[in-house]
């Protein structure tokens, strides 16, 4: 096979209509006569909704409805727990509109349906809801105590689920140990904040009784199925198309938040489509979010540092529900060892409810948690045995030889054992320590400690489980009339640029630019077998399905023109969009005329058609056209399953200098090693990298949702939810390491959400190392504010 | 599913209105508009030019930066009603005649300078405004991140929108 595609640093086939600003998000789409909606939603974190009052707002002319419990019908209903776990003993989803009890500020009670959605929200501001507001506990330890406020009446201690999962023999680990390394650390809330935020729209057609619902999610196809049947209609007659969408990074892969029922469900009932456009407060109280997670992990180690074992305990805000199940603390649980050959783990984990919007996975999805709990223990055994922190991790790493390395008894989110597949954990730290010059940095370091100004290095190492199924597919099909290959498959896509490496993937197969190749993806009209776009998987899964699907059509292009060109198929050469004879190039047939030759025709409709009639002589037949089990034209389907997840793993580093008066940080470098197995186009792998990068440093150092003791979120804006601006992120230096996956025949592991996981590490490593002169004390919490950074240094804050 | 529209539903909302004249990407656009119509909802919906995005409508992600009368601003944070008179250009009226993207444009694209494109249009503007008003702009890390602290991406880190600027100097130089 050629590779002339793959791997190449190919641009992108998407940016030409986006930088014109020709996209189609949802709300650029017109939808002639749309209505628009907009909810009243709780203002308290718990409260016993008393009365509803609608009257006001229903009589309003530009109101065309408005919708409470009691309106839904059939619709009003718990929405689906969507990844049941056996150890998910207390779990509880979300109604589309308020009954009875609100959960958290921000859940939906009505929805009014105007003319436009200013006057939507004046008809809110008229709809009268009477509260009884109730006890509320936010601080996720005290919620789990006895007696606290519950979220759920009938939830004994606020514990959704509590799971412990074992490898090896932790206790005999534990009391075989020189020394044992004790810590708490903690992550906070966060969010996802898509520039796009979350939006919908739905269309009836009574006639045809087909419903088309847009929706700026990362998972159309479970959204159909969803759909069709919660509304008792036909899969058939749904179609879910996910245009352009502006960001995910799993935000968007929830379903069902309210609005992608009720908005469906009322455009059917009014006859006209209808529009929610989700705004950007509504993002942060209405759309889920993630992170914070409160670790106690002890390691069992020789005093020359090895790790015998590991012991974690963790809690896990899941906020008000649980859709998403377990799912991020799985992740969390099954990561917690990262790259080290710890053969003894004792994990457990409470899954507990707040009174607080949804938690479901965001970029990274448990693993910045864990991977912050292991890499600061790590330097903690260094520091408590006077080893290097390079030195305690290179004597813990995975070897070469060691895999694939199994944790037998950890079970990953894909129901399957922990198996790390391929990686060389010990030549990434190696080239990070030679790339950072470390001899070189402690002299600046001790020149910089002179002239009064902090220095330090931070160092986190990860591993991410990439690639989950269960499966996605692709169907391919050449045109007969450009020749231009067609390539469908069933993900969405938020920005990855799925267009251009699934593109190149197709390509090389079938002899063509990338540029020759068309992905259409995220409309289930167009393939609608698959799953959604979610850990790290569309390259990985997707990819090679589409390989698997451009190998066999490669196959029926050789065939086809073996028979045209008469000559044996090991002659042939596929390339340039053509297929020719070796060393004859002018015996050559375009894939154009191929395809056209592949489909028996009764009408010349252009001039490569006439070869393909009845009476042409190519064509002539003794029998039937085609075959018994032949089909026409040049096209296949194919799916790809994993056998279980791909381990990418990286290490990233810098050098943060630190401001002790202003406990200011300045990133002075920023390396990232990483490997993701063979890189289908390192430019846009790289583009993964700083992004998520960008967004670990947002959690390191600035965001943290806020609430206040009565749930009501503080930060609810972009003034006050502190995003980084370029002006605070750091110019990556990225390096890569290509250790083929063994698990698929490309070779892949996915990339999109490795570079948020180890920053929060970095940061707080690197301002421990910085402040140490000044006697800093643990850090051991992140967003590492300079509040934190200010009391760690001994200072005592003013009220 | 039974349909119930509301028969005595107005057409129009019931917003006192009032007619605004003003130049958009060279073109004379005179209309009637709600008082409170906000001028990105206005270049969106009236215009139909709905590359002008909406992220945050508080005035903090720059996604519906435009410029007026040659100055980037944003349109979230103004009533369409309180441009009368002005020069509007939205990112539809950056490339050039034919086919032919702004070197801006063309940057970003060469530069993996976008990955949703959402805040896309609002960079690009920001930055072509940039380039207008600085003859001789800071090109170091610095200075040009210090231009793009207006606008707010999520996915690409900046790195290579910071590129991009570089590459569309270099560009318009040639």
Known sequence: ?799 | MTRRVRQEMARSSADPTRQVSLTVNGEAVTREVSTRLLLSDFLRHELGLTGTHVGCEHGVCGCCTVTLDGAAMRSCLAFAVQVEGADIRTIEGVAGAGDVLHPVQQAFHECHALQCGFCTPGFIMSIVTYFEENKDPDLSDDGIRAALSGNLCRCTGYQNIVKAVRRAHELMKA
Request: charged share 20%; proline share 6%.
């Open chain 1, 1 to 799: 096979m050629s590779t002339a595609m793959f791997g190449a640093r190919v641009q992108r086939l998407a940016d030409a209509r986006l930088v014109r600003g020709e996209g189609s998000f949802i709300d650029d789409i017109p939808l002639e006569g749309a209505l628009h909606v907009a909810f009243v939603r709780s203002p308290f974190a718990r409260a016993r909704i008393l009365s509803i009052d609608c009257q006001a707002a229903r009589e309003m002319e530009s109101v065309a409805a408005v919708y409470t419990c009691d309106d839904l019908g059939s619709l009003d209903i718990l929405m689906p727990l969507l990844i049941p776990h056996p150890s998910l003993d207390q779990p509880r989803t979300q109604r589309p509109l308020a009954r009875g009890d609100v959960f958290h500020v921000g859940q939906p009670v009505a929805m009014v349906v105007a003319l436009d959605r200013y006057t939507a929200e004046d008809a809110i501001r008229l709809i009268d809801v009477d509260y009884e507001p109730l006890e509320v506990e936010l601080d996720l330890q005290a919620a789990v105590a006895d007696g606290a406020p519950r979220v759920h009446e009938d939830v004994a201690n606020n514990v959704a689920a509590h799971f412990v999962q074992s490898t090896g023999d932790p206790d005999g680990a534990f009391a075989r140990a020189d020394h044992i390394t004790k810590i708490k650390v903690q992550v906070d809330r966060s969010t996802a904040a898509p520039l796009e935020c979350r939006a919908v729209a739905a269309r009836w057609d009574r006639v045809s009784g087909e419903l088309t619902v847009w929706d700026g999610t990362q998972a159309p196809i479970s959204v159909r199925g969803g759909l069709a049947s919660i509304l008792g209609l036909d899969e058939d007659k749904v179609r879910v198309t996910a245009p352009d969408v502006g960001g995910g990074f799993g935000q968007k892969v929830l379903l069902f938040y309210p609005d992608e029922l009720l908005v469906p469900f009322a455009a059917m009932q009014l006859g006209r489509p209808v529009k929610y456009i989700e705004d950007r407060n509504e993002n942060f109280i209405g759309s889920s979010q993630e992170r914070t997670q409160i670790h106690e992990l002890e390691l069992a180690a020789t005093k020359d540092g090895e790790v015998l074992g590991l012991r974690d305990s963790f809690l896990h805000d899941t906020g008000a529900f649980i859709p998403y199940g377990i799912a991020i603390a799985q992740v969390a649980s099954t990561s917690i060892a990262g790259p080290y050959r710890v053969p003894n783990i004792w994990v457990e984990f409470k899954a507990v409810y707040t009174p607080t919007v949804t938690i479901t996975p965001y970029r990274g999805c448990g693993r910045p948690q864990a991977c912050f709990a292991i890499e600061r223990a790590m330097d903690k055994l260094a520091d408590e045995l006077g080893l290097d922190r390079f030195e305690v991790r290179r004597r813990n790493l995975i070897r070469d030889e060691d895999f694939p390395y199994r944790r037998d008894g950890l079970m990953f989110a894909d129901g399957l054992a922990v198996e790390y597949d391929s990686g060389q954990y010990g030549r990434a730290l190696d080239m990070m320590a030679e790339h950072i010059d470390l001899d070189g940095f402690a002299a600046e370091q001790q020149e910089a400690r002179a002239e009064g100004r902090y220095l330090g290095l931070g160092l986190g190492f990860y591993v991410e489980g990439t690639g989950l199924g269960p499966y996605e597919g692709s169907h391919i099909r050449i045109h007969p009339i450009t020749g231009k290959v067609y390539v469908n498959t069933g993900l969405s896509c938020q920005g990855q640029g799925h267009e251009t490496v699934f593109a190149q993937v197709a390509a090389d197969q079938l002899g063509v630019d990338a540029s020759d190749v068309i992905v259409v993806e995220g409309d289930t009209a167009a393939f609608d077998w698959g799953v959604a776009t979610f850990a790290s998987r569309a390259a990985v899964v997707s990819g090679n399905a589409i390989h698997k699907a451009a190998a066999k059509v490669r196959e029926q292009v050789l065939e086809a023109a073996s028979n045209m060109l008469e000559a044996a198929k090991e002659d042939l050469v596929l390339e340039g969009g053509k297929v020719f004879v070796n060393g004859v190039p002018d015996m050559a047939a375009t894939l154009a005329e191929i395809a056209t030759a592949s489909n028996p025709l009764r009408y010349a409709f252009n001039e490569a058609a006439k070869t393909s009639t009845q009476f042409a002589p190519a064509s002539r037949h003794d029998g039937p056209a085609l075959g018994e089990g032949e089909a026409p034209g040049l096209e296949a389907t194919d799916y790809y399953s994993p056998p279980h997840a791909a381990w990418a793993y990286g290490v990233h580093a810098a050098i943060i200098e630190v401001d002790p008066d202003l406990c200011s940080i300045t990133f002075k470098r920023y390396i990232c090693v990483h490997d993701c197995g063979r890189m289908i186009n390192p430019t846009l792998v790289e583009g993964q990298i700083m992004g998520g990068i960008a967004q670990g440093v947002g959690g390191a150092h600035y965001e943290r949702i806020e609430f206040d003791e009565e749930g009501n979120p503080r930060n609810a804006n972009f003034m006050d939810f502190l995003m980084p601006y370029a002006t605070e992120v750091p110019h990556a230096e990225i390096l890569h390491i290509e250790t083929p996956s063994p698990l698929n025949p490309l070779g892949v592991k996915g990339v999109g959400e490795a570079g948020c996981i180890p920053v929060g590490q970095v940061v707080a490593s690197g301002v421990a190392d910085a402040l140490q002169p000044l006697g800093i004390g643990p850090l051991e919490h992140v967003p590492l504010t300079p509040d934190m950074i200010f009391t760690a240094l001994g200072g005592e804050k003013e009220e």
